[in-house]
């Protein structure tokens, strides 16, 4: 396992799962604070590879089944050519926009990044048609590679499939998938929203117009809407509670079947074995590394580290949730920095989730908050892999890049303390306080956008800039119960934004 890891993985994952099996053996030898009792080899062994708690746990169950088949289902769907389908109608729905390829780039990547369960290979594939229209449009190429890995990333949080991560979420908090890809709508609307708020506010500033031609959405459908009947079908059989397995055998099906049916999209045999061989290949790192994360939470729930590392959080944030959250991320940033996504949520989970659940949020909302942490790595500075990816692809400063990435993809941070703070995951707080918290999430997402870009409608004035950073605490806080101030706030500042855009235009 620890030779496959390395090989698919890296070193790092490697490393981090012979750290924790050291701390089981030696343990003892360490200070009053951290010893625990030392395990022998053979203690080890029948903990780690004779029980379900260790190697063959769930999560390496999870990434044997359910996992492998959506991966096969992401190959298959590449392979019939619903891949460039989902580009070319992304392109036709937002190409006639202000920075319509920046904003088809965003659309496009939401679709194949759900499905791909890889950031960087979204980055890479889509990134491959969507970066050199950035830049022949006029983004600068650090901005055209920063747009497709914020973009990438954000694939890995949009319902139906989510990535690989979801599952494994089900099987911890035992919530029926269709419930989790429920509360993540909203969510995950938001950071696409965030995003592309970003985008058009680049393309206002640099004064970038449309693409004079782009191809009708009525000429992409006709040639490609059956592809949309296989993620029809996934979407529907998951809301209706089947098994996830049974879901992804049933999608692949329909795949294959749908392609079938128009002579451009039909595959032959050797079409079929390519997409089974790069399903099987995209697999293999997401495996390895769930085998060695098995390793970590056997080592967890063996000695009781996570115990500790609970009350080292609760100790040193003196018992504010926000200052936790934010050692949370530090951790999932390095975490990250060496682990696929899916690896780093289930280390994350394990030693995280019980400290979130002492501050009283419910568990779903507490595992949803450790989710989107642990994709932050893909775009934070200085090891931000998925800019690092498209900046390969956009020939452009690897670290500028990411830069504008993580400016980009703002909303991973922003949206996990919402969840925290608000009812923006808590089904149970009725329609009411959802829709509040979306539009507390909402304010906030625009007012940190224009308050950093400087420009709205039209370019902020220093005042105005103050009063949109002065919003943030205020929505999120809620200081006396005045937070909604902070959305009456936004709202005058539009406003006045809109009376002197039309005194410029008059002018």
């Known amino acids: 396992l620890m030779e496959g890891c390395r090989r698919t993985v890296g070193w790092v994952m490697l490393l981090i799962a012979a750290l924790f099996l050291f701390y089981s053996a030696f343990g003892d030898l360490l200070p009053s604070g951290f010893a625990i009792k030392s395990y022998s080899l053979q203690e080890l ?13 769930s999560a390496l169950g999870i990434a044997a089944t359910t996992v492998f088949i959506f991966v096969l289902f992401g ?35 939401a679709g194949l ?5 890889s950031a960087i290979a979204n980055t890479v594939t889509t990134g491959s048609i969507t970066i050199p229209m950035m830049k022949k449009l006029g983004y600068k190429p650090e901005q055209a590679a920063g747009i497709e890995a914020a973009a990438s990333t954000g694939g890995q949080i949009m319902p139906p499939i989510m990535g690989a991560g979801a599952f494994v979420m089900a099987q911890f908090t035992g919530v029926p998938y269709s419930e989790i890809m429920l ?3 909203a969510p995950a609307i938001l950071y696409f929203f965030c995003t592309l708020l970003y985008v058009h506010l680049m393309a206002c500033k640099l004064n970038l117009q449309a693409v004079s031609r782009t191809e009708a959405v009525i000429s992409v459908m006709k040639d490609g809407a059956h592809h949309l009947i296989p993620l029809a079908l996934i979407t529907t059989l998951l809301m209706m509670a089947y098994s996830p397995l049974l879901v992804g055998v049933a999608g692949c099906a329909a795949i294959l079947v749908t392609a079938a049916l128009r002579k451009h999209s039909r595959i032959g045999l050797k079409k079929f074995i390519e997409g089974m061989k790069n399903g099987a290949l995209m697999a293999l790192p997401i495996s390895a590394a769930c085998g060695a994360a098995g390793i ?25 949730m926000l200052i936790a959250l934010g050692l949370i991320s530090l951790v999932a940033l390095v975490l990250g920095m060496g682990l696929p996504v899916t690896a780093a949520y289930i280390v994350l989970a394990v030693m995280a989730v019980p ?15 450790v989710f989107w942490l642990s994709q932050t790595s893909n775009v934070t500075p200085p090891i931000a892999l998925a800019a690092f990816a498209g900046a390969g692809v956009a020939n452009a400063n690897p670290m500028k890049s990411s830069v504008e990435a993580f400016k980009l993809a703002g909303g991973l941070f922003i949206i996990p303390i919402m969840m925290a703070y608000t009812n923006l995951v808590n089904s149970e707080a ?18 940190i956008a224009v308050a950093i870009e400087g420009y709205l409608l039209r370019s902020l004035t220093g005042i105005e800039r103050l009063l949109a950073f002065f919003t943030i605490p205020l929505i999120m806080l809620n200081p006396f119960g005045v937070g909604f101030l902070g959305i009456v706030i936004m ?17």
């Open 113 to 117: 990044g759900s499905i791909s369960g």
């Open 430 to 447: 009725g329609v009411v306080a959802l829709t509040y918290s979306i539009i507390q999430t909402l304010t906030i997402i625009i007012a």
């Open 355 to 369: 400290m979130l659940s002492d501050f009283g949020l419910p568990l779903l909302t507490a595992h949803l908050i």
């Open 183 to 185: 509360a993540s709508i």
């Open 45 to 57: 062994i029948q903990f780690q590879i004779f029980s379900a708690n260790g190697v063959f746990g």
């Open 296 to 320: 970590i939470v056997g080592v967890v729930g063996q000695t009781g580290i996570g115990l500790q590392f609970t009350q080292f959080v609760m100790d040193f944030s003196g018992g504010y």
């Open 75 to 109: 190959a298959f769907l590449e392979v019939t050519g619903a891949g460039k389908f989902f580009i070319d109608l992304a392109f036709s729905i937002a190409g006639k926009y202000r920075g319509g390829p920046a904003k088809a780039a965003v659309l496009a990547s």
């Open 491 to 507: 709202l005058g500042l539009i406003l006045v934004q809109w009376k002197g855009r039309g005194q410029i235009s008059q002018s």
